[in-house]
């Protein structure tokens, strides 16, 4: 199994190798731009059919090298397979492979292809990126462009083998919005701060588009994605925190939330924070912090965890933070209820008996939790 983690570090470059590389990002554009058009004529978003009817005539257009072509017909045919295609592509990034990209780990630089042939270009890193790209030869990477702080970045690929892990006492894990991640043994991540940061956000750009002045739109341009970045720091922070709190032979045992926003009832007042719940991204995060420490990741049906109670298995009454159940009077904690639940789904799982979730999968979404079983069965990785 592959571990991939990437480790931005910025471009130490001038005036003159600064307008080299924004002229080959901007022909780089360009070209997926020209590549989508062709796309939408043809009706065509196979990557191999693309790279037949354009290829030829956009290199010799944009003056590129035959691997920056390949890139953007890539780029292009993966976009065009997600739920949101593009309409046009910025010249803020560019695709790197082995062929347009080296790591020179004595010298710190890198050696990228441009338009204007091969460039040397010095590293700005500390002590956690040296670290991270000791010893390493990183075959991809992509180049951007930060156009508000004028800066360059390169996102250097990582990738590592490591093997599947395995566990066998499963620690549940509720994720929400009031909490952000509610653990079995616990461990609780309030989301009051996401929810006020969130609100914020929201009613200071409502302020300035109504406004509509020069300087409102300013202000609106220097906030664009500031809120963003903080979240994923905040995501970031909680799903290491989680992880660390795991120890050997533990299973982290999350909810399935796929499509979850169409499945749940909303409040109106509570429109915006769902909306905005990255719980995708903290499951991501989660996901790939486990598999560096060795801790498989399973997943469940999400149904009935919050309304069953763990000590009788019955229906019972949840009211916002508490739960309730009539059968057996017990009372808890809705949060830590249902993570007791999703720990008791994970143990079901361990002793062979079927989940009621249709598509239970482990950590990579490849390796069905069937083939995760038989290794913590086994006693094998």
């Known amino acids: 199994m592959k571990l991939v983690k990437t480790v931005k570090c910025k471009l130490q470059v001038d005036s003159q190798l600064a307008a080299v590389l924004q002229e080959t990002l901007k022909r780089f554009a360009d070209c997926c731009n020209d590549i989508l058009a062709i796309s939408k004529e043809h009706k065509i978003t196979n990557r191999y059919k693309l790279h037949r009817l354009c290829y030829h005539e956009l290199k010799q257009k944009y003056q590129l090298q035959a691997n920056h072509v390949i890139r953007a017909i890539a780029r292009v045919a993966t976009a065009l397979k997600g739920k949101r295609p593009p309409k046009k592509f910025k010249p803020t990034s560019m695709s790197l492979d082995a062929r347009t990209f080296s790591y020179i780990e004595k010298k710190q630089e890198v050696s990228i292809s441009t338009h204007d042939g091969r460039k040397h270009i010095k590293l700005a890193m500390g002590n956690f990126q040296l670290g991270l790209l000791k010893g390493q030869k990183p075959k991809a990477a992509t180049l951007s462009y ?15 083998e490591v093997v599947i892990p395995s566990g066998s006492n499963p620690v549940g894990v509720d994720r929400g919005l009031y909490n952000i991640a509610t653990t079995s043994k616990g461990q609780t991540f309030s989301g ?31 906030l664009s994605g500031k809120e963003q970045r903080w979240m994923t720091n905040e995501n970031h922070c909680i799903s290491k925190a989680l992880v660390s709190n795991c120890v050997p032979g533990d299973m982290l045992v999350l909810e399935d939330l796929k499509h979850i926003r169409d499945r749940i009832r909303i409040q109106r007042k509570q429109k915006l924070i769902t909306h905005s719940w990255a719980f995708s991204q903290l499951q991501s995060f989660i996901e790939y912090k486990a598999l560096e420490a060795g801790i498989p990741v399973v997943y469940i049906d999400p149904r009935y965890t919050s309304q069953t109670c763990s000590r009788c298995g019955q229906l019972g009454i949840r009211r916002k933070h508490s739960f309730w159940c009539p059968s057996c009077n017990f009372a808890n904690n809705a ?8 720990q008791q789904a994970g143990l079901a799982l361990l002793d062979g008996l079927s989940s009621t979730s249709p598509d239970v999968t482990s950590v990579d979404a490849k390796v069905p939790v069937q083939l995760m079983l038989s290794l913590v069965n086994s006693g094998g990785a």
Do not use: P, W
């Not at 930060?146 to 590592?160: A, G, H, M, P, W």
């Not at 949060?335 to 999703?342: E, L, V």
């Open 335 to 342: 949060d830590f209820n249902a993570a007791y639940n999703i």
């Open 192 to 222: 009051r701060k996401i929810m006020h940061v969130r609100k914020h956000y929201s009613h200071l750009r409502q302020r300035l588009q109504s406004k509509g002045t020069k300087s409102a739109k300013r202000t609106l341009k220097l």
């Open 146 to 160: 930060n156009r508000s702080k004028k800066v360059f970045y390169i996102n250097v690929v990582l990738e590592k």
